[in-house]
């Protein structure tokens, strides 16, 4: 997968890939990609199962144009495709009865931020609330369909939290930096309009005591691997 980036501020990482491969996606089926960016999970998504399609939402034109590029570089334009607009104001155009919502939405309150990330949308929640990407989430994926989010494991209460009641069958995956360290991120997986009780998933440490990816990350990051929940 080739991926342009903006030459300053915010650039994707392993968040996104990872994001993907927990998304319960099939052939044929439609993915919501909230807050798309440049376009790095809809693309590992479209990279891993072919005949899915992506539809993305993103605030920023101009991460939105380098998502366009990023589609037609990985000649998956015609099943992956960019909307510009805002989770608090979400355009007309954008579709709903999705079969899956997934997002990677900013990891810091306003309040919490410095002043160097103060603007940076895709770091700080600068417009919308993590209750907002929930919502709109909700509003917009058809009964019964996957809502998957990856964010920072201490604000995993407040995630559940917005989530609970209108979706449940909850499964919480913990992401480990390295074996015996505490999670500092989730991927969190529910299902619109169910009642299913919390699930806590084997999760998966990232790297190995030398720095190295562990075995079981390569198998997600490299070698095209999904979570098996």
């Keep these: ?13 392993i968040d996104p890939v990872l994001l993907a491969a ?12 909230l807050g798309m960016g440049v376009g790095a999970a809809a693309l590992c998504l479209a990279s891993r199962i ?19 590029r990023n589609m037609v570089s990985n000649a998956v334009s015609e099943r992956v495709s960019v909307v510009v607009g805002d989770v608090i104001a979400p355009p007309a155009a954008l579709a709903t009865g999705f079969d899956h919502v997934m ?27 993590l209750g907002d990407w929930v919502a ?12 998957t989010f990856i ?5 995993l209460a407040e995630l559940l939290g917005v989530l609970h009641p209108r979706a449940g069958d909850m499964v919480v995956v913990p992401l480990w ?37 562990t075995d079981a990350a390569q198998d997600i990051l490299r070698d095209g691997a999904t979570f098996d929940f």
Excluded: F
């Excluded at 927990?22 to 990609?33: C, I, P």
């Excluded at 997002?103 to 931020?113: D, G, H, Q, T």
């Excluded at 964010?151 to 604000?155: G, I, K, L, S, Y």
């Excluded at 969190?188 to 084997?202: D, S, Y």
């Design 50 to 68: 072919a005949g899915v399609r992506i539809t993305g939402l993103e605030v920023q034109p101009e991460l939105a144009a380098i998502a366009a």
């Design 22 to 33: 927990a998304v319960a996606a099939g052939a044929g089926e439609h993915v919501l990609d």
């Design 103 to 129: 997002a990677n939405p900013p990891y810091l309150p306003r309040e919490r931020s410095t002043d160097s990330a103060r603007d940076d949308a895709a770091v700080v929640e600068v417009s919308g609330k």
């Design 177 to 213: 930096p390295r074996a015996g360290a505490s999670a500092k991120r989730v991927l969190v997986r529910a299902r619109a309009g169910l009642r299913g009780p919390l699930r806590l998933a084997p999760g998966l440490s990232l790297h190995q005591s030398d720095g190295d990816y």
């Design 151 to 155: 964010h920072r494991a201490d604000r």
């Design 136 to 147: 709109l989430a909700l509003a917009r994926v058809r009964p019964k369909g996957t809502i």
């Design 1 to 13: 997968m080739r991926l342009y980036q903006p030459r300053r501020g915010y650039r994707a990482a």
